[in-house]
């Protein structure tokens, strides 16, 4: 039977990791759908794919009517026969609020009231969500590699996927991720940060990645990386690890680790492993 799966959750509780997460897994992810096109985009998603059980939809809800119409189109798919999976992402008051403060972005029920009454009243409104969910997920302590790893259990058993890998660009300036398995340091490599043109750019940028990935210390350091991880990810799967997260640091993590990175993600993606690629420090002051 297909299924289908629908993400609900608080603002600031994950969502958009949750997105990303799905579609590096081969999900088709389709974001802030308003309820009532759910139907009509299955459809559409079936007449492309021919497989409802890589859908996964998180729908927009705004207002009371539109946790409503979910609730209805959910109900009408599940007497038509469909199988639906819905997980809810919660987090507690003290850390959505911590969330919002740090990323300074404004609450999006806020209307004209506090961010603390902003999410009481958003968390009233997903009530009727949070108690339809099978599956709940707090997210205030996960790491993406833990929230990955709550999701993806969720569609059968673990040994029957492939290991899902988190490649990490970071800035030692800011300090090591506590979540790394394996770490790098690719200071070793010369720095575009001293170059004009590129010191404002990141390894996103063809012009900085090309100034990297050229070095020939870049290029023996990516076909060593490569024989060590193929030569490890079999042993790590033997021993039952199913998720492996890799920090990749230069100075301030926005040229070189970012540009390795997103190389390295590339190849292994090509690999049929579930890759995530993550980028901590790439939108923090650039210093060298």
Do not use: W
Request: glycine share 6%; with cysteine; proline share 4%.
């Amino acid at each position: 039977m297909s299924q289908l799966t629908l993400i609900y959750g608080l603002s600031g509780s994950g969502k958009s990791s949750a997105s990303r997460i799905l579609e590096d897994a081969g999900f088709r992810v389709l974001r802030n759908l308003p309820p009532f096109l759910i139907k009509e985009s299955l459809a559409d998603a079936q007449k492309r794919d021919g497989d409802q059980s890589r859908v996964a939809i998180l729908p927009e809800i705004a207002s009371d009517d539109d946790v409503a119409t979910t609730v209805a189109v959910v109900t009408e798919l599940l007497h038509a026969g469909l199988k639906i999976l819905e997980i809810f992402l919660e987090a507690s008051d003290e850390t959505l609020v911590k969330r919002y403060k740090e990323s300074r972005r404004p609450h999006p029920a806020k209307q004209g009231i506090g961010v603390l009454d902003s999410i009481h009243l958003e968390r009233s409104r997903f009530s009727p969500l949070h108690v339809r969910a099978q599956k709940i997920i707090a997210t205030d302590d996960l790491r993406i590699s833990q929230l990955a790893e709550a999701l993806l259990e969720s569609f059968g058993s673990v040994s029957n996927r492939p290991m899902v890998v988190t490649f990490l660009s970071f800035g030692f300036k800011h300090g090591v991720p506590p979540e790394v398995d394996l770490c790098f340091d690719v200071r070793f490599l010369r720095n575009p940060f001293f170059v004009d043109e590129l010191r404002d750019k990141t390894g996103l940028d063809s012009d900085v990645a090309i100034f990297v990935l050229e070095q020939e210390e870049a290029r023996a350091f990516i076909k060593r990386f490569i024989d060590l991880f193929e030569f490890l990810l079999p042993l790590y799967q033997r021993e039952g690890k199913t998720y492996l997260t890799v920090g990749i640091g230069c100075t301030g993590g926005q040229h070189r680790s970012v540009a390795i990175v997103d190389e390295l993600s590339r190849h292994f993606r090509d690999e049929k492993l579930n890759v995530l690629s993550i980028h901590r420090d790439i939108k923090k002051t650039a210093l060298a």
